[in-house]
DNA sequence: AAAGCGGGGCA
DNA sequence: TGCCCAGCTTT
């Protein structure tokens, strides 16, 4: 008999009655589009549902079906994709919906394994789609699962090498039926009840199945290994402005750091603060030299990634009478344009620093 | 096994 | 500020 008979249970009666609508869900037992599900457990790959919503929503619009986005181009899904971060998720979407319309029709496969040969697809997201939108039996543990288990039963050692432990007894908690309810019950409940901090016990539908409520050091789990401190590094970047009111960008490495996302271009971002010679080979480089007027710096931009913090300094250059992009990939964009290029958050930034140092630009 | 990879919200 | 997040891929 195990211990934690009825826990499933309890999870999924809490659902019935608390369960809130969402784009890509269905409540009442019927199954969501698997393009739905699949689409937004992408989204929701270290994303938060406020931040996904509005991208789902205008994603679904543009591309309605899986064919849809498999026919887009890539640049097309980067540039809806801007400002959601992990552009590999961006870049393995698109794979995904060609390999999914040319191995399976069109239409996504329901089993597990299968589901996790295709790109972008892990154990996480093949259980949740696999279960939510097939009703099939799978394990899903995600981040706030793996807090849920590892306060239910008080589980001692740290993460990550406590992914496995976690995982059985995910495995024994999770029912034959409704699998896919159940999975999304135990995150709604890890995100809103269970939480990392000051959890809300007394709300919570399974308190009298958790050891470590019984304990009274459910906050305590899971246990973490330390985390390293962040590097700072820094760059000048360059506004680069020709006489028709044109601004240079170019594109980024395909793989990588903010991999196919366009930029303006700086120097190296480095520990070491670039010297004014460096400054000057790249504005030679990009073939901007020549200047009449000294560049005007604006405001710091600051911008923290997942292993290092940048700053960045702009600096508003007006290209001379030539004005010719001398560099291979770098192209003139109208501001008004910016909308319409892959643009992440951290040149965003970039373009509000110069446009309130200079006042008289308008977006 | 460990590192690389965005961005936003929260205490 | 640091932490956390409906993780996956590469090395």
Redesign the pocket.
Known sequence: MNRKDGFSQAILDWYDRNARE?PW?RLGGAHPEPYHVWL??IM????????VKPYFNHFISRWPQVSDLAAAELDEVLTAW???????RAR?LHKCAVAVCHNYGGSFPADEAELLS?????????A?VSSIAFGKRAVVV???I??VVSRVYRIADAL??AKPVIKAHADVLTPSDRAGDYA?AL??I??GVCT???PKCELCPVASFCDGFSAGDAETFPQ?AP?K??PTRKAHIFWIENGRGEVLVRRREES????GMMEFPSTAWQEQAPVPDEVEALLTQIGVEGTSKPPVTTELVR?????FHLELTPHVVKAGEAGGSGSNDAFWLAPDAFSTIAL???MKKVVQSVFKGQGSLDL
């Open positions: 969402l869900r937004s457990e929701l790959q270290q994303t938060t549902v406020v931040t801007a400002g959601l971060g992990y552009y590999a393995n295709l790109p972008g697809i892990g154990d996480y997201t093949a949740a995600d981040g706030n793996e807090r990550p090498q999304q995150m709604d890890g995100s990392p901090r000051n973490k985390k401190k962040k990588g750091l903010l991999g911008h923290t990634f997942t292993h992440p958050t951290l």
